[in-house]
């Protein structure tokens, strides 16, 4: 069985620009969180969603959306870029229960120049 | 907030030594503990999970970790130690998300393992 995939794996971008970023879960799993990793430190909660519906949301900037699609894949969107947006974006999937266990994707590489 | 410390920032181990890396969290209720292991660009690989029952869980890879409330920690344990290990390794909470009806991850800063010939 496939695990969680991201895309893309690496992307540039300059600031004040826009990105996307996509996260496909595991089959069967209905909830997607999204964390950011900035280099050195531990993973940051961002959102998490479920059944296209978001049920939390981290401590992080109106800048950041995301959603949730009928197929459960998700994206992750940051306007107006900033250097310090730089990081690893994880995506995890779960079941959705709340006693869930989350596995990660490879991540996908964003720098902001 | 919940937090989860770990202590050590990097750890030495000889090839075939034993390995203990420490994880203290603070969490009110009973938690839901993780240990996450990463390759340098790579995703997070779930090593083992304390959700409750017995204190002493085995994982993936040869690894356990035990849980004691009395100490608020669930420290990583491993007895012989192989290159391959060389990593970084991330303990988490699962906290409760403010509508109550999930988790979130909260995770402490990470331990990196350099593992010596």
């Known amino acids: 069985d496939a695990g969680v995939t991201q895309s893309p794996t690496h992307l540039i971008k300059t600031r004040g620009q826009h990105v996307t970023l996509r996260c496909s879960p595991i089959?069967?799993?209905?909830?997607v969180s999204w964390y950011q990793q900035v280099l050195g430190q531990g993973p940051q909660f961002i959102f998490q969603?479920?059944?296209?519906?978001?049920?939390g949301r981290g401590n992080f900037p109106d800048r950041f959306s995301a959603r949730q699609f009928p197929n459960y894949s998700s994206e992750l969107n940051v306007n107006a870029l900033l250097l310090g947006d730089s990081a690893l974006y994880l995506c995890a999937s779960s079941l959705g229960g709340k006693a869930d266990t989350q596995y990660f994707g490879p991540g996908t590489r964003l720098t902001v120049l | 907030a919940q937090s989860v410390t770990q202590p050590d920032i990097h750890i030495t181990v000889s090839e075939g030594a034993s390995l203990e890396l420490r994880c203290n969290y603070s969490y009110g209720a009973t938690p839901y503990l993780f240990w996450y292991v990463q390759s340098p660009g790579q995703g997070l690989q779930l090593l083992l999970k304390y959700f409750s029952g017995d204190t002493l869980v085995q994982g993936i890879k040869g690894f356990e970790a035990e849980f004691k409330r009395s100490q608020s920690s669930f420290n990583l344990r491993k007895p012989s130690v192989h290159w391959s290990d060389a990593a970084e390794y991330f303990c988490?909470?699962?906290?409760?998300?403010?509508?109550?009806?999930?988790?979130?991850?909260?995770f402490g800063s990470g331990t990196q393992l350099t593992v010596l010939p």
């Open positions: 969603y479920y059944e296209k519906e978001e049920r």
């Open positions: 988490a909470v699962a906290d409760l998300i403010s509508s109550g009806s999930a988790r979130q991850l909260t």
């Open positions: 089959s069967g799993h209905k909830s």
